[in-house]
């Protein structure tokens, strides 16, 4: 199974400000990567996929990069309503496999 | 609007089986693969199930596999989870969700429900 070490685990920062997430997967998977954001009482949101195509509605203050093993999701400019839970994906291959998740507070 | 709203959830004991349903509307279901995804009290989100829009194909990771079964209704716009052999470890939220990619080819998940409770306890 294709492994998603996801990291920080906690991340506190200002409005503002940037953030990056970093995603690495155990082998090689292209860019066949898609990160996710859920806050408390709502659904999961879909933010990127194919490692840095924004879904439509998806802030451009958001950004995925990487391919191969390396992925990062930035957020410029942070704004109040960011803070989540922050999750990526690998699809290149089954079993479909998440990262750990990143816990975004504002502060 | 897509929406996605699970059902059927609740306490269970060990070795039982359970049904979950997820009803969709706001798009065309039966030209979407859809698939189950959970996450286990405090624990991350691990893929359960994916069902192609026919229905003939179906995808599972080793941990369900032969326990769970995955299918759909398109006359009703419905996904099910039918779970068997439950065990504690199957304790988790359960999410319904879309495929992204129209075709079925990239299996990222561009609509989830809010999911639904299993607990798994005697």
């Known amino acids: 199974d294709v492994q998603m070490t996801q990291s920080p685990s906690y991340l506190a920062a200002s409005p503002g400000e940037s953030v990056s997430i970093s995603c690495k997967a155990s082998?090689?998977?292209?860019?066949?990567l898609a990160w996710y954001q859920q806050k408390p009482g709502e659904a999961y949101k879909l933010l990127i996929y194919?490692?840095?195509t924004l879904q439509s509605g998806t802030p451009s203050r958001f950004s995925g990069s990487g391919s191969g093993t390396d992925f990062t999701l930035t957020i410029r400019s942070l704004e109040p309503e960011d803070f989540g839970l922050y999750y990526c994906q690998q699809y290149y291959e089954k079993p479909l496999t998440f990262g750990s998740g990143t816990k975004l507070e504002i502060k | 609007e897509v929406q996605l709203v699970e059902s059927g959830g609740g306490l269970v004991q060990p070795g039982r089986s359970l049904k979950l349903s997820c009803a969709a509307s706001g798009f065309t279901f039966s030209n979407y693969y859809m698939a189950w995804v959970r996450q286990a009290p405090k624990k991350g989100l691990e893929w359960v199930a994916t069902i192609s829009t026919s229905g003939s194909r179906t995808y599972y990771p080793d941990s369900v596999k032969g326990r769970f079964t995955i299918s759909r209704d398109n006359a009703k716009s419905s996904l099910y989870l039918q779970m068997n052999s439950l065990k504690s470890e199957d304790t988790a939220t359960y999410y319904c969700?879309?495929?992204?990619?129209?075709?079925?080819?990239?299996?990222?998940?561009?609509?989830w429900g809010q999911g639904v409770m299993v607990t798994v306890s005697s």
């Open positions: 969700a879309r495929l992204g990619d129209y075709g079925g080819y990239s299996h990222y998940f561009d609509y």
């Open positions: 194919s490692g840095s």
């Open positions: 082998k090689s998977i292209s860019n066949y």
